[in-house]
């Protein structure tokens, strides 16, 4: 699932399950949450001035050049975590964000980690709001995506899904690239920020 072209693992991991068990000493430890993904952006490598490995390995992307299917996560604005899944060979820096997750199992811990008031399609809708819900911080930086408490898989009955791609969100470079790729059917896509005009969505495609 994770290795090969980013844009390709990018389009195949909208509809797969991340599952996350909380860890010990933390809220609700020992807890399972898990959420069907249904948003993504491909970051590249070598030709993506907004992908964190364009200039080369630091001590901060280490998990970033490592080999495919390890999580990848950093700090933004010094408040919010974001995951990513590695992709391509060894030694090239390159990965997909996870943007929106729609909730499936351990809901209530969820809700206590970003408040029982946030709406259910909006427990895990947008980066940071995905890993403060899943409970993802940078101990899971590193972590091997096929095992321990935080796996991402794709169930051997997982339906068909559409693919609806678009620019990318949030971003001061590179934004129009055609490399966000959602569910356009899920209420959890993450939402456009005010202005964005939805005519950015191109195309969408089934598999």
């Not at 001590?59 to 990513?84: D, E, H, P, Q, S």
């Not at 129009?176 to 950015?200: E, H, M």
């Amino acid at each position: 699932m994770f290795e090969g072209p980013t844009i390709d693992v990018a389009r195949r991991l909208v509809g797969a399950m991340l599952y996350r068990r909380i860890p010990r000493g933390a809220p609700d430890a020992g807890t399972l949450l898990a959420g069907r993904i249904v948003e993504t952006e491909a970051y590249l490598p070598l030709v993506d001035p907004a992908c964190h490995g364009y200039r080369g390995p630091t001590k901060r992307t280490a998990a970033l050049f490592g080999r495919a299917g390890f999580a990848y996560v950093y700090l933004i604005y010094g408040m919010y975590y974001c995951l990513n899944v590695t992709t391509e060979r060894a030694g090239i820096g390159a990965a997909v964000l996870i943007r929106a997750l729609e909730p499936v199992a351990g809901i209530a811990a969820m809700q206590r980690r970003r408040g029982a008031r946030v709406a259910l399609d909006a427990l895990a809708s947008g980066p940071g709001n995905l890993c403060r819900a899943m409970s993802i911080d940078l101990r899971c930086d590193g972590a091997d995506l096929r095992s321990g408490d935080i796996v991402i898989a794709r169930p051997k009955d997982t339906p068909a899904v559409e693919i609806a791609v678009s620019g990318r969100i949030g971003l001061n470079v590179a934004q129009r690239w055609p490399l966000r790729f959602f569910d356009p059917r899920s209420p959890s896509v993450s939402p456009y920020r005010k202005g964005r005009r939805r005519a950015q969505e191109t195309r969408a495609v089934s598999r």
